[in-house]
């Protein structure tokens, strides 16, 4: 072993014991040189169908990467992902510049080019920078668990071009799967923080619907082998229309709230209208609409407008929200659908779980198809156009959309490629995880799904079954006893249940006031350094009081959870609270979460007292009408 190497294979056997024995009695394949540059520095060379391909400058690699890095505003970051380490100059001329509360994840895919840079330089010194990952040829998990807790950090990607180069396809992907899994984490954290208290809200209020109507799963299973669509909300539905209605009586047609207008419109009535988002908006989708046969999927957690504007028959679905199993568990559970972000991939789960097959999609553009986002005609569009002045036209409006996030081009199914943003990715993501199942798009264009088959509409033809759709969705609906002794009776034993967690939420909140208490004190007296450890002892002593008098109270401990998640989540994943927690110590940091943590819970009894309160006049006002 040279020099070289033994030195640096010391330190990475300190610092990244796991690389080092992937490294210890590796031997590399041929077809890399390693060369002198103009500058007498190593140079890695690879060789490819004959061509050379350098990984840095052939002259002067430093001066190259410093003109590189100086084009990276290091003062706006904190999180660096570097997609091609080579032998690592550009890394060198980054670490000068970033501070010292910065991470540095080095994505690279050869280890032989790993193997050559521990031979060939010394970089002990980025070896043993605790701000520095390295990954080489990680897997999905690897860079998952690399970048959990840390996608609230201000990030930036840095793609070195000499690596990327040799190896485009593989560095496009990872930067696409980085990208994709910083915003997965943003959208369940922004996500949490805005709904998870409108979602408790939204399910007070719905609750005697909840009570009084059947779940989604009275379908679960009634439709096997029967073709189904999925009528979603893209700019290219409109193309979809025809072949919708010629087989409205041979297919189950299932319609996002986005897309339910524009099929009634056009004459097409379908057979099931999904609605999850909680938000008022939502309601809109059913203004003017008269009443029909289709039953609305209405989750649990929906704006209660949505119940006022429909007219017609609904199933709840349930929700995987402790409140909501709480109480599936007095009335009887109604069946969930699987989320993937968007209410298109609620409706394709719920296609796969009534049985139906092929699904075929429709309108399912993930991408802002002929520069719009939705569809002409639909709700939103509407609203455009009635918003519309000399300061804020549609086209404006469109051009707003397409560049609220980054621009992705992605294979599209007519186009060579088409225009999305990682937002559609997570669902085009959610859609590829399924090519398992019998899915066909028959969408005329935008993004291009791998694993889905994708056919023209114009050339599928499905036969008639001879069952009558309706006549099934009728039957299946009318296992469900409406307005019985038992939705009474479940009523009035969630109102009994209802109570009793009131009154236990009212002993917890003192308990939890005075951890807050003891959690500020807490963070004082680290924050102070070593002092009095006698008052330091009894302060842990009393939270440890508070924390088993929580637990001694499970159901209201779970229940109050239930709107904290943002919370709790920010504290599993490792988030920092806010931007000033990477300058906390280590002992810090624990105090400053322990108290956002009882901070949190008391706001969630609080609320909760709030929301149950509100649940327990809607279902004995319900119970008063039903008598009168």
Known sequence: MNSIREKNMKVLRDHHHSLFLRLDGFEPAAGIDVIESGARLPVPVIHDSGKKLYLHSRFDPVVEAGRFISGIDTDKHNLFIVFG??????????????????????????????????????????????????????????????????????????????????????????????????????VNIATLA??????????????????????????????????????????????????????????????????????????????????????????????GVPEGRTILIS?????????????????????????????????????????????????????????ASPVYLAGQDLAFTGGLAHVRGSYLEEQVFMTRNRLKNELMHNRFQLTALPRINVKGIRSATVHTNHKMMIFLSWFEKRGGYDIINITHDGSYINGVRHEDSATIKISPSGRDIWKTLVECYSEFARGDGNTRGAGEILAQKTGDMLSEIDRLIPVIEKAVEFSNTLCMLVREGPGDRNKMDYILRRLSEADRAIESKKGVKDMVSLTIQRVIHTINEGYEIDEKDSGLSGNELIAKKSLYLYKGFLEGALFNRKILSKMLNMIENGSRHESS
Not at 112 to 141: A, W
Not at 310 to 329: C, L, P
């Open 85 to 186: 380490l080579a032998f690592a100059y550009h890394v060198e001329e980054l670490v000068k510049k970033i501070n010292d509360n910065s991470t540095v994840a080095l994505i690279e895919k050869s280890l032989d080019i790993f193997f050559h840079l521990l031979g060939s330089r010394d970089i002990t010194g980025l070896l043993s920078d605790s701000r520095l990952i390295f990954l080489i040829n990680p897997g999905d998990e690897d860079l998952e668990k690399e970048l959990k807790g840390k996608s609230s950090r201000n990030v930036t990607f840095i793609t070195h071009r000499g690596s990327h180069q040799v190896f485009p396809e593989y560095y496009g992907n990872a930067l696409e799967k980085a990208r994709s899994y910083i915003s997965a984490k943003d």
């Open 194 to 287: 805005k709904f998870e208290k409108t979602w408790s809200s939204n399910i007070s209020r719905n609750i005697n619907l909840i009570i009084r109507n059947p779940g989604v799963n009275v379908f679960y299973g009634k439709f096997r082998d029967f073709p189904a669509i999925v009528a979603a909300a893209g700019p290219s539905l409109l193309q979809s229309l025809d072949f919708i209605s010629a087989n409205i009586n041979n297919m189950v047609v299932i319609a996002v709230d986005t897309a339910f207008r524009i099929l009634m419109k056009n004459g097409i009535e379908p057979h099931f209208c999904i609605s999850v988002d909680p938000q008022l908006i939502n309601a809109r989708y059913f203004e």
């Open 299 to 355: 989750e649990a957690a929906v704006h209660p407008s949505v119940h006022r504007l429909f007219r017609g028959r609904v199933a709840v679905t349930g929700i995987a929200f402790d409140i909501m199993k709480w109480i599936e568990n007095i009335t009887g559970e109604k069946g969930e659908i699987s989320h993937g972000g968007s209410v298109s991939t609620n409706a394709c789960d719920f296609a796969m779980r009534i049985g």
